[in-house]
């Protein structure tokens, strides 16, 4: 655990969400995020202490490693929905598959541009959707499907596991006859997964 005025050296090997400094201290520049007044590494990589201008970055040890930035849209699968926000580990930036594991949250208020009550009606586990990238405060990737061509690309009946069938504004089991409700996007069943 870093000391109130320890801090890391040029040049060191660090990994996500390992400490680099205090804010008092140094500025938060890129490969790295702030939360609770402590700056950390967001990727794994070698620090640059850039003393003269007080910042600390994070350059990555492979180039190739691709990461959601802001205003991305990305391509996940949902892995945990509860009534006010969704978890989504996301798999693609784009059209070009993401490097290593990054995780989203898609929260209710960004879910739609009408009104939803609750997360159950945009997305259920196993849901594969595309959103985009709103903020990446504190380390996590704030997701939003506010666009027609946002939302979920391919869903799964509740009941049998099947594919359902968008037909006009509900999503209905071909093979068992669920009907449920989905926040879909305008080319449903047409993405690229």
Do not use: W
Request: proline residues 2%.
């Amino acid at each position: 655990m870093l000391g109130m005025h320890e801090t890391k050296k040029s040049g060191q090997f660090v990994v996500p969400g390992e400490k680099l400094g205090v804010i008092e201290e140094f500025i938060s520049s890129s490969g790295t995020y702030v939360r609770e007044g402590f700056i950390f590494s967001k990727v794994a990589g070698r620090i640059l202490m850039d003393l003269m201008n007080k910042s600390v970055s994070v350059y990555p040890l492979a180039r190739s490693i691709s990461m959601p930035r802001v205003g991305d849209i990305v391509t996940g699968s949902v892995v945990s929905v509860q009534d006010s926000t969704s978890a989504i580990r996301i798999f693609r930036l784009g059209m070009k598959p993401s490097s290593g594991f990054s995780g989203g949250v898609l929260h209710v208020s960004d879910a739609s541009l009408s009104y939803v009550d609750s997360m159950f009606d945009v997305c259920k586990l196993g849901d594969i959707l595309q959103a985009k990238v709103v903020s990446d405060k504190n380390g996590t990737y704030h997701l939003s499907t506010k666009d027609e061509k946002l939302g979920v690309i391919y869903a799964f009946c509740s009941k049998c596991g099947s594919i359902l069938a968008r037909k006009k504004a509900r999503m209905v089991c071909e093979d068992c006859g669920n009907i449920e409700k989905r926040k879909a996007a305008s080319d449903y069943g047409k993405g690229t997964i």
